[in-house]
């Protein structure tokens, strides 16, 4: 089964002062970086701001939401048949995608839950044609969340070893995972 990515890496990091999220460092190394890393090999398209040396898309308008990312970076890869949602501020995203990838699928494909049991869309497989349907029936999708894009699949759910769905959002989370924000220098 053909396989592709969609990285979103185009929010705009509220919570953290404004910063881009791609370039904050886990061990020395760009989360963007990491996560193409642990892509290799698998068709990844990245959706945000344009980066040089990697494809990129941009949601229309730019920055109007994860649910118009998601169809953006989608339209990139018309030869999926599953595809990878994902995002960029996933620190342990390379420890957690061969769990993901080996996860069993329901008809939609299989997500990520956390520890408490909430769903995190952008650490999913999905299969393509669902995808796509769920992209029809939602319309425009700016400015809508990513629930009322996804929510209706038929998807499995997958608990990973703890702190491997973590994100980062908060300086807390930052924190939390060890990585290292704009202007400060690793400890």
């Known amino acids: 089964m053909t ?3 969609v990285l979103l890496a185009g929010g705009a990091g509220s919570r953290l002062g404004g910063v881009d999220k791609a370039a904050l460092r886990l ?4 989360l963007l ?5 642990a892509l290799r090999g698998i068709e990844t398209v990245v959706v945000g701001p344009p980066r040089a040396g990697v494809p990129t898309v941009q949601e229309v308008p730019p920055r109007s939401g994860p649910a118009a990312a998601v169809v953006a970076g989608l339209g990139a890869l018309p030869e999926a048949q599953e595809v990878l949602l994902l995002a960029v ?3 342990r995203l390379p420890e957690a995608l061969p769990a993901l990838l080996a996860a069993p ?5 299989v997500v990520a839950v ?3 049991g909430r769903v995190q869309w952008l650490l999913g497989r999905y299969r393509a044609a669902a ?3 769920a992209a029809r029936a939602l319309g425009d999708p700016a400015d809508r969340p990513l629930k009322a894009l996804l929510g209706g699949l038929a998807l499995a759910t997958v608990r990973l070893p ?3 769905e973590a994100d980062v959002d908060t300086v807390a989370d930052a924190r939390r995972a060890g990585v290292v924000l704009p202007g400060e220098e690793a400890s």
């Not at 061990?27 to 760009?30: D, T």
């Not at 970086?33 to 890393?37: E, I, P, S």
């Open 162 to 164: 703890p702190g491997l």
């Open 105 to 109: 699928a329901g008809p939609d494909g």
């Open 33 to 37: 970086d990491r996560a193409l890393d």
């Open 27 to 30: 061990g020395g190394e760009p």
């Open 114 to 116: 956390d520890e408490d």
């Open 3 to 5: 396989i592709g990515a």
């Open 89 to 91: 501020d996933l620190p």
């Open 131 to 133: 995808l796509h349907a």
